[in-house]
């Protein structure tokens, strides 16, 4: 499973039909079209969102593999996502700003208190250095993300989160997701990273898809 691959609907090159099939050549039984959320410039806004359904569905057809209308939000002040009027079957938010440290902690805490997310996308990655994660809110945001039942992304696109976090999750019944952020033919399904690190460090922990799996039998 890869839930994490952008379209043509956003900033990806690749058009939906032929993502599934690429997607299927791999072996994936399902998968997430994340395109960026209203406060990407070439994001979805509703009538974007309402086009890129009808494909879904069609592909998802011509396919027979489960693709998730998802969509990837900025994780903005406060927490604040901002998305189009639309019945999203995934949530995945992520930072995209490069802020101070502990700001990014706070984003991440706010916006998993504040709104219905799924999937917390690419901690860590882009915001700051590796090095200069604390750990202290490393385990604040992973306790925080299991009471609140959020998934926390292996981005195989970033290797992230880095392997000091992922260590503090190996005792945590965490709920996780597997994402390429795939933005072209070649990335899709391109979930090595994911699938290394989940083996080492996510024994205990629980794919959301399988979460998910009465819901999308
Ligand atoms: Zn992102
Ligand atoms: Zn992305």
Not at 128 to 134: A, D, E, L, M, V
């Given at each position: 499973m890869d839930l994490h691959i952008h379209s043509?609907?956003?900033?990806?090159?690749?058009i939906i039909d032929e993502i599934t099939r690429r997607a299927r050549e791999r072996g994936m039984k399902i998968i997430g079209i994340a395109d960026h959320s209203t406060?990407?410039?070439r994001g979805l806004n509703e009538k974007k969102a309402k086009r890129r359904r009808v494909e879904i569905m069609n592909a998802q057809e011509r396919y027979g593999i489960r693709i998730l209308d998802a969509v990837e939000c900025g994780i903005l002040e406060d927490g604040k996502i901002i998305l189009p009027e639309h019945e999203f079957d995934l949530v995945i938010a992520s930072v995209h700003t490069h802020l101070p440290v502990r700001e990014v902690y706070r984003r991440i805490k706010m916006c998993i208190l504040k709104n219905d997310v799924d999937i917390i996308g690419h901690m860590h990655a882009g915001m700051?250095?590796?090095?200069?994660?604390?750990p202290e809110l490393d385990m604040e945001i992973i306790d925080f993300a299991i009471e609140n039942g959020v998934a926390i992304e292996v981005n195989s696109y970033h290797s992230s989160p880095p392997e000091s976090f992922l260590k503090l999750c190996s005792s945590k019944k965490l709920l996780y997701s597997f994402g390429?952020?795939?933005?072209?033919?070649?990335?899709?399904?391109?979930i090595d990273f994911s699938i290394r690190m989940a083996k080492i460090y996510l024994k205990k922990g629980r794919n959301i898809v399988d979460e998910m799996h009465n819901t999308y039998r």
């Open positions: 043509t609907y956003s900033d990806g090159d690749a406060d990407h410039p700051f250095s590796f090095n200069s994660n604390i390429s952020d795939a933005h072209d033919l070649s990335m899709v399904g391109d």
